[in-house]
């Protein structure tokens, strides 16, 4: 029961120089202190971390100064409490995040002052780089079981389809694949290998990803293929 919950939460709240009343206004509880009483603090209680007790808290920030949002931790620490997701979600919010053992010991997971995650530079230039270098639209959003044809697979099928014919040299498919000699070189899907120095030629793999996929995919219209580890 979520009540077997309330009494560690007040004691945890009371040691913050709250005092601490249940089930008022449909808040599981609610905390003021005397030195401050301008201050609402509301706390939510869940058997388990779930998107319920967020959007509990989210209804709960109209009348509350501070929100904790205290669960109930899993017995092997795989609950959704370790989800970095969860947590940054709390933290983007304001709320506080309690976890609570069996034996009623009570563990801050996020502080609800806690400071906002910072955007990550790295991850966020790879995704702008990666709009920018794709041609057309070709990946559907909300695949989940095709892999996706990303601008590399693009440059590394226009690679394949011009030498579909005869050897090529990396500079001879610049114009069109500007990334064609680290294409040949790093020969990530196995399509290419060296015939002579400075001239590449067609693996069995090759040909017949050409077959699959087509000899157009600087069209855009290709369909899904896997990123390359940089972009995963």
């Not at 967020?54 to 709960?60: E, N, W, Y």
């Not at 933290?91 to 309690?98: E, N, P, S, Y």
């Not at 990303?150 to 610049?174: V, W």
Request: proline fraction near 7%; charge should be positive.
């Amino acid at each position: 029961m979520e009540t077997s919950l309330y009494l560690p939460v007040k004691r945890f709240l009371e040691g913050l120089g709250y005092t601490v009343k249940g089930e008022i206004g449909h808040c599981d509880l609610v905390a003021l202190r005397d030195d401050d009483p301008a201050v609402v603090v509301i706390g939510e209680l869940k058997l388990s971390f779930n998107l319920e007790l967020i959007l509990q808290g989210v209804d709960r920030m109209s009348v509350g100064d501070e929100i904790w949002l205290a669960a109930q931790l899993s017995a092997r620490g795989k609950g959704r409490e370790g989800d970095p997701r969860y947590r940054n979600l709390c933290r983007r919010l304001g709320f506080g995040l309690l976890g609570v053992g069996k034996a009623g010991e009570v563990e801050v997971l996020v502080s609800p002052t806690a400071p906002t995650p910072r955007k990550d530079p790295r991850r966020r230039s790879r995704l702008v780089d990666e709009h920018r270098r794709r041609r057309g639209d070709p990946a559907a959003g909300g695949s989940t079981r095709k892999p996706i044809m990303t601008a590399y697979r693009q440059q590394a099928l226009a690679c394949a389809a011009a030498m579909a014919t005869a050897p090529q040299r990396p500079r001879d498919l610049k114009p069109t694949c500007p990334d064609a000699q680290k294409i040949l070189h790093r020969n990530v899907y196995g399509w290419f290998e060296r015939s002579e120095r400075g001239v590449y030629t067609l693996t069995a793999t090759g040909r017949s990803a050409v077959a699959a996929w087509g000899p157009s995919p600087l069209s855009g219209t290709a369909e899904h293929d896997r990123p390359p580890a940089a972009l995963r």
